[in-house]
């Protein structure tokens, strides 16, 4: 499977973005797409999950409210909508697919089988 992850940028404080991954998977469907970020200097962290099989979202309690993810199926695509933006939402982020997580293994990026190579956006005025 190979992910291609895009739409970063540079956003004001209080922006939109939205992000973008295309996966190349036959049975996109029943894959978990999960997206996670790394800000500068600290570790890569979960921010929201699409679970394929249940069509059950999750999202770190950080991202609630303001972001949402979504997938188009039939264009083997998933979407990272990201409003209302803080500077600490600065980082690259990562577009990640499994086919057989379990809903508690969804927040661990090293439960994910495969990665895309990441898209940089920095909140800043």
């Known amino acids: 499977v190979q992910l291609q992850a895009c739409g970063g940028g540079l956003v004001q404080p209080e922006g939109s973005l939205r992000l973008s991954c295309a996966a190349s998977?036959?049975?996109?469907?029943?894959?978990?797409m999960g997206w996670f970020h790394q800000p500068p200097g600290k570790e890569r962290e979960f921010v929201a999950a699409?679970?394929?099989?249940?069509?059950?979202?999750y999202y770190a309690d950080s991202v609630k409210g303001r972001f949402t993810i979504s997938r188009d199926n039939a264009k083997n695509t998933v979407y990272l909508q990201m409003n209302n933006l803080k500077p600490e939402d600065t980082a690259v982020y990562y577009c990640?697919?499994?086919?057989?997580?379990?809903?508690?293994?969804?927040?661990?990026?090293?439960?994910?089988?495969?990665w895309g190579q990441g898209t940089q956006v920095t909140v800043s005025s």
């Open positions: 990640a697919a499994d086919n057989r997580l379990i809903t508690s293994s969804i927040g661990y990026a090293e439960q994910y089988d495969y």
């Open positions: 998977a036959r049975t996109f469907s029943r894959y978990t």
């Open positions: 699409w679970k394929g099989s249940r069509s059950s979202t």
